[in-house]
């Protein structure tokens, strides 16, 4: 069964800081991984998204990496900002069965000014 | 702009109630899921339809119970309402396979 985990389960860091968010995930048969964010009481708003066959992403001041053998997805966030602040949220879906995300509890992100 | 709808975005009902919510995709999305997220907790997958089909369910009793329509909206029913369904739930569709794009959500609220 997948379990996904993410650490640290709250950050909070000085405006500025470059940081790293760390998502672990148990069986490493994954189609792909998938980094969202989600202000308090919204929806979901979609990262990054790794295939299965990719090392890494990157948007802007975000990059993800992928390491499928060791089961572990980090992002990183460069020059943080207050407008950082926010839940993170690392999804995978598998190979096996449904095409559903399993979800870790999140990263409660908080940058301040 | 997500693409994908979902109403009413807040919602309050009592406990043994049924309450339909609603999610509208675009056009094209075949496949449509649904979860729940409680609060400080990570999205629960509940369901997912495909071409108006159950395919798959998560770890939900039968009183949670969807459809899936046509014109790519769908609807995730739950009767005898408990305490324990508050929480946001949301919507993903996507053309075919994985990668989903989610609404904005539904807060449901049982008192």
């Known amino acids: 069964k997948q379990e996904v985990t993410q650490i640290p389960a709250a950050l909070s860091v000085p405006e500025g800081e470059n940081l790293v968010l760390n998502c672990s995930f148990t069986?490493?048969?994954?189609?792909?991984l998938q980094w969202f964010r989600q202000d308090p009481g919204k929806g979901l708003t979609s990262l990054l998204l790794?295939?299965?066959?990719?090392r890494e992403q990157t948007s802007g001041r975000l990059n993800a990496s992928l390491d499928k053998s060791s089961g572990r997805s980090t992002l990183y966030i460069a020059a943080s900002q207050p407008g950082d602040s926010a839940t993170y949220l690392c999804?995978?879906?598998?190979?096996?069965?449904?095409?559903?995300?399993?979800f870790g509890t999140g990263t409660r992100l908080k940058v301040l000014a | 702009e997500t693409g994908v709808t979902q109403s009413p975005t807040h919602l309050i009902k009592t406990r043994g109630q049924q309450v339909t919510l609603r999610c509208s995709s675009q056009?094209?999305?075949?496949?449509v899921s649904w979860y729940q997220q409680a609060l400080g907790q990570g999205p629960q997958f509940i369901f997912q339809?495909?071409?108006?089909?159950?395919?798959g369910r998560g770890n939900f009793p039968p009183r949670f119970s969807g459809l899936q329509f046509p014109n790519y909206s769908s609807e995730l029913n739950v009767n005898a309402l408990e305490l324990d369904d508050s929480a946001l739930y949301l919507c993903?569709?996507?053309?075919?396979?994985?990668?989903?794009?989610f609404g904005s959500g539904t807060r449901l609220t049982v008192v």
């Open positions: 056009s094209g999305h075949n496949t």
């Open positions: 339809y495909y071409r108006e089909e159950e395919n």
């Open positions: 993903a569709s996507s053309p075919t396979g994985p990668g989903y794009t």
């Open positions: 999804a995978v879906i598998s190979t096996s069965g449904t095409y559903k995300y399993i």
């Open positions: 069986d490493s048969a994954i189609y792909n």
């Open positions: 790794i295939q299965s066959s990719q």
